[in-house]
């Protein structure tokens, strides 16, 4: 089952990527000519329309591959060559497109992984609500600490002390505090039967402490709020990435960084902490998604945006046969990058 879940959330956030540039590519009138998940050779494919659609070995990303996108050789005379030819003479291929729609389509990729994070994030917020009242309700209880001794556990709740009702946990933290060295006598409910403990809180600089933490209970949001708070959501992790980055071109954190292979394990140990988890991941790996394919790396959307910056500038095209040589060796360099990575992956989890 968890198998299942990372397939179609690492799948599904890759398939959501792809759709963007499918999508802007078709309004825009471009032939496509495949639509795949994964690199590699195919594992099935079948055909709808003009284009193929395809699952490939490598799950490590995946491609629209657009007619055009380099000019045929004259003496190629393949059947790939030859659709290429006719959606250049039809206005169909995709350097028969302006600056414009070349960037809008290579842009659209990313801008819907950072949609689909706000979705995910808004979903959260909308249905599943997010923890801001503490209850009375023990959540975590702190070894040596006063509730620990007397035998308070997790999932007891706090009724009363000393026969006064609480009446919520800022009502117990203040109890408690203004009880620094004072025997109390503490009633829990524990599984609908009432517990009577005795113990004495800690003095401290802040009062007196027994070493509880509450569960905390989810608030959720209006339509608005939650999209609202899915943007914000998305700008967070926009900007914690960039601080990461950082980090890194400062020597700090390269061993943070994670391929498929952690990927897929923090994708299954969210799985099982709850749909709430799944999300939330889901939703931190998308943003991620569209940032990593921002960056001016051959290969990825933000080079292709770069070398498009570049023709507006110059006022004519660049060679598309130099640009995708480029685009060709850097794609290699990540695949050999991936490979690395999900090797260390694969060490720190077997080790």
């Known amino acids: 089952m968890t198998l299942l879940v990372i397939v179609l959330v690492f799948g599904g956030l890759i398939f959501a990527h792809e759709l963007g540039h499918f999508a802007v590519a078709k309004w825009n009138g471009v032939q496509v000519d495949e639509f795949a998940l994964g690199f590699g050779p195919r594992l099935f494919s079948f055909r709808w329309g003009e284009t193929s659609y395809a699952v490939r070995l490598?799950?490590?990303?995946?491609?629209?591959?657009?007619?055009?996108?380099?000019?045929?050789?004259?003496?190629?005379?393949?059947?790939?060559?030859?659709?290429?030819?006719?959606?250049?003479?039809?206005?169909?291929?995709f350097l028969s497109k302006s600056v414009g729609q070349r960037a809008a389509i290579i842009a659209a990729g990313p801008a819907m992984s950072f949609l689909v994070g706000v979705v995910l994030f808004a979903v959260i917020f909308l249905f599943i609500g997010v923890p801001t009242n503490p209850t009375l309700t023990v959540a975590g209880v702190q070894s040596g600490y006063p509730a620990a001794t007397a035998g308070i556990e997790p999932g007891d709740q706090i009724v009363a002390i000393d026969g006064h009702t609480m009446t919520g946990w800022n009502d117990l933290k203040r109890?408690?505090?203004?009880?620094?060295?004072?025997?109390?006598?503490?009633?829990?409910?524990?599984?609908?039967?009432?517990?009577?403990?005795?113990?004495?809180?800690?003095?401290?600089?802040?009062?007196?402490?027994?070493?509880?933490?509450?569960?905390?209970?989810?608030?959720?949001?209006?339509?608005?709020?939650?999209?609202?708070?899915?943007?914000?959501a998305v700008w967070g992790v926009i900007a914690g990435w960039f601080m990461a980055l950082a980090s890194l071109f400062h020597g700090a954190g390269a061993s943070d960084f994670i391929g498929p292979v952690g990927i897929g394990q923090v994708i299954g140990q969210a799985e099982q902490q709850g749909p709430g988890s799944l999300l939330f991941v889901a939703g931190i790996l998308t943003a991620n998604l569209g940032l990593i394919n921002l960056l001016p790396i051959p290969a990825l959307d933000g080079s292709r945006l770069a070398f498009i910056g570049l023709e507006w500038l110059r006022g004519r095209p660049i060679d598309p046969e130099r640009e995708n040589f480029i685009h060709f060796l850097g794609f290699a360099l990540l695949i050999l990058l991936s490979v690395v990575v999900t090797y260390r992956d694969i060490l720190r989890l077997t080790g």
């Open 58 to 93: 490598l799950p490590v990303g995946g491609f629209v591959r657009m007619a055009g996108m380099v000019p045929p050789a004259d003496d190629d005379e393949t059947a790939d060559a030859r659709s290429t030819r006719g959606a250049l003479a039809a206005g169909r291929a």
């Open 175 to 232: 109890t408690v505090a203004d009880s620094a060295g004072k025997p109390l006598v503490i009633t829990v409910d524990r599984n609908g039967r009432d517990i009577q403990v005795h113990l004495t809180p800690v003095r401290t600089e802040n009062g007196g402490l027994i070493g509880v933490s509450p569960v905390m209970a989810n608030a959720r949001m209006s339509l608005l709020q939650s999209l609202g708070g899915g943007f914000t």
